[in-house]
Nanobody
Framework: QVQLVESGGGLVQAGGSLRLSCAASGLPFNNYVMGWFRQAPGKEREFVATINWSGSVTYYVDSVKGRFTISRDNAGNTVYLQMNSLEPEDTAVYYC?????????????????WGQGTQVTVSS
């Protein structure tokens, strides 16, 4: 049974930083592409970042480029999202997700496995 468990969310002031973690179990982690998505109240789930199996390729939504960094530890079955210079517009529930192939890794509908999410709130 695949499990993805996010942690690290919280309340932070604008300009601050948070590091999200997603611990994976029940799957061959180093064979899976990992993604981070977010969903703000009343909005659709939005792609944030994705990373390939080895960590050599990453993509980001334009609004977080230069501020967020996705990384992974295949030995520890964990993917991270380092978030710096946070803005109130980053407030959302953040989800990690896993899929087999890199094709379509920016599309939420292409992921088979999802975590429960962690709340990130950025105050102005």
């Amino acid at each position: 049974q695949v499990q993805l468990v996010e942690s690290g969310g919280g309340l932070v002031q604008a300009g601050g930083s948070l590091r999200l973690s997603c611990a994976a179990s029940g799957l061959p982690f180093n064979n899976y592409v990992m993604g981070w998505f977010r969903q703000a109240p009343g909005k659709e789930r939005e792609f944030v970042a994705t990373i390939n199996w080895s960590g050599s390729v990453t993509y980001y939504v334009d609004s977080v480029k230069g501020r967020f960094t996705i990384s992974r530890d295949n030995a520890g079955n964990t993917v991270y999202l380092q978030m710096n210079s946070l803005e109130p517009e980053d407030t959302a529930v953040y989800y990690c997700a896993a899929k087999r192939t890199f094709l379509g890794s920016q599309s939420a509908g292409r992921y088979d496995n999802w975590g429960q999410g962690t709340q990130v709130t950025v105050s102005s």
